[in-house]
């Protein structure tokens, strides 16, 4: 035989060469799509910081502009559906650019078939949702694919808000010391919307935790403007969140595993699943750093709000280890805490 | 038998209980979806006037804000693709409300097993699309379906854009008297996604007009203010458009057949079809309503423009029959030109 040798790839090739369901997760895939795919074309410096939404600066106002499409399964679920979740979901990346969410637009891909009573009742659930912020629906569009095509209502949110005045967060202002806040228990949401596909019955009323945090938000910038940069760990759970940040903060976190509340059936559930509830989706949460002196006050503010009551200090950005996650047990042990490469629950939102 | 007599309802119960794709056609299924199940709930003055876009004051500027879903098919045809479309077509809406195209976000909803190469092939196409206007895609998302719940690639695109001092358009300043301009020959996009899907040759390179019309209005504007209100007519064609603006503006509308330009290629295949070229959709046309006495200076500047050299006078806004869109033959008769009930060409855009 002449010519040279042939060798075979040993990395699987569909992952790379198609389209796989953890390129939905928000994790490692998301990322390398991301990178690959979209960035390289887009050639955007605005794109390029990978916030979860974008700040413009039109004629002396700054905008946080962020867009979101919803495809959760089941429609609906306990605690929420497909249209709260649209509403939320985008007011949210809004407000974790510290933005007062101010109008949004909606785009609807129907399945040819889908029952028009469900369409009314997440319509009316947006509508809901959207007077409680209050944020405005000001533009839509409709299409249609065929029955087989698209799976019953998909949804397309994209908002527009305002930052005040002095409000400036970003993962490049965290620095070492600065205190990590988590605004209450994690896993509520994927544990909830598992259970619902499942059929898992908890013995206690386990729900979503689907909720607008600009309020929350509104209430930690009253106490201090010394918030570094805010997260909600939707797709990707916490860990992906406190992931995101330190890589692109530069530094490291520690997290301390006791300090971080779960709820006692979401940790009974995470169990009998396999799951763990650092990966596991949150809609209506946030995770913020704060300079350590303003920590305390933010963390009263946020204690002192609905969405906030059960907040907790559970970790510390440092100078060593930078851009990794670690997190420390309860026996004393320190763990790496990375992100996921693909997906552990797919179609959460 | 005792009781009230009961009734059978003779309207066909599937097409209001169950989404067809009529509902999807930009006609008058859309209408009444958009009038039973979103206007309702989401009572919004600004999206009860149902223009094209949303013009938003904010900080003292006038921002435009509109939403597109892309789902046509095939992908890629003669003319463009979905990349292209999904840039162009909110640019487009901006472009009709008289915005400069500022930023956009993309959302893109994959379905599982999707060839990465095609995604790539969109993303650049959307890159090459967006710097050519400019525009910058500042912000996206990106979710993944199973095998068989999505059709490949969906895009939607949200775009922000700026209204300049002075430009006011709205169906609500038609007056009667007022010349409608068409900025070329229509139903090149409709009938180029056809022959595309069921492989009809055309002895000349007839391809979609997918193109972004901001320049052109940019040209319209600088030649007079006097633009009462301009359409892209996409889905549902010509007649949807003038439709939608006479029964906003309370006018009548009347056409001459013969000044409206259809290429040969396309008035062949409508023939062989079956199909009206006024409800064929374009991708890169406009139509304007504009005073009496600025339509020449305005349609001058349309023919100086690459996208309106064969821009034409096509009719008048008139005080009778208000509502309605007639077409006077070159015959001498007239006919009514209504929105069609449900969809023509399904998933064109």
Redesign the interface.
């Known amino acids: 035989m002449s010519g040279p040798i042939q060798f075979t790839c040993p990395v699987p090739l569909a992952a790379?060469?198609?389209?796989?369901?953890?390129?939905?997760s928000g994790g490692k895939l998301?990322a390398e799509?991301?990178r690959d795919?979209?960035l390289?074309?887009?050639?955007?410096p605005?794109?390029n910081r990978l916030d979860d939404?974008?700040v413009?600066e039109?004629?002396?106002?700054r905008?946080a502009?962020?867009?979101?499409?919803?495809?959760v399964k089941p429609l609906f679920f306990r605690g929420g559906d497909i249209g709260s979740l649209a509403v939320n979901g985008t007011v949210n990346d809004l407000a974790m650019g510290g933005a007062t969410p101010?109008?949004l637009?909606?785009?609807?891909?129907?399945?040819?078939?889908?029952?028009?009573?469900i369409?009314?009742r997440a319509?009316?659930s947006?509508?809901?949702a959207?007077?409680s912020i209050p944020v405005?629906?000001?533009?839509?569009?409709?299409?249609?694919?065929?029955k087989?095509?698209?799976?019953g209502l998909?949804i397309?949110t994209?908002g527009?808000g305002?930052v005040p005045e002095g409000v400036r967060l970003s993962p490049a202002l965290v620095r070492p010391g600065d205190r990590v806040l988590l605004s209450g228990p994690i896993g509520d949401h994927g544990i909830a919307i598992l259970a619902e596909r499942e059929g898992i019955e908890f013995s206690t009323d386990l729900a979503s935790d689907c909720a607008p945090l600009n309020g929350l938000v509104a209430a930690m910038l009253a106490a201090s403007l010394d918030i570094r940069t805010m997260r909600d760990p939707t797709r990707g759970g916490l860990s992906s969140a406190l992931n995101e940040i330190a890589a692109r903060a530069g530094v490291g976190v520690t997290i301390e595993e006791s300090a971080i509340p779960v709820r006692e059936e979401v940790r009974g559930a995470c169990e009998m699943l396999g799951l763990d509830p650092l990966y596991v989706a949150n809609e209506g949460k946030l995770v913020a750093f704060v300079a350590p002196d303003a920590a305390e006050a933010v963390l009263e503010a946020m204690r002192r709000h609905a969405l906030g009551r059960d907040a907790a200090l559970i970790g510390t950005a440092t100078g060593t280890h930078p851009g990794l996650v670690l997190l420390r047990t309860p026996f004393g042990t320190t763990r790496i805490v990375d992100m996921l490469p693909g997906d552990q629950l797919?179609?959460i939102c």
């Open positions: 790379r060469d198609r389209i796989v369901l953890g390129h939905g998301s799509l991301l795919v979209f390289p074309y887009f050639r955007s605005i794109l939404q974008a413009l039109i004629n002396g106002a905008l502009f962020t867009t979101d499409s919803f495809v101010l109008y637009s909606a785009g609807f891909i129907l399945e040819e078939g889908l029952d028009i009573e369409l009314r319509a009316e947006m509508g809901r959207a007077d405005e629906i000001v533009t839509g569009d409709t299409k249609v694919v065929e087989g095509k698209g799976d998909f397309n994209t527009i305002l797919p179609r």
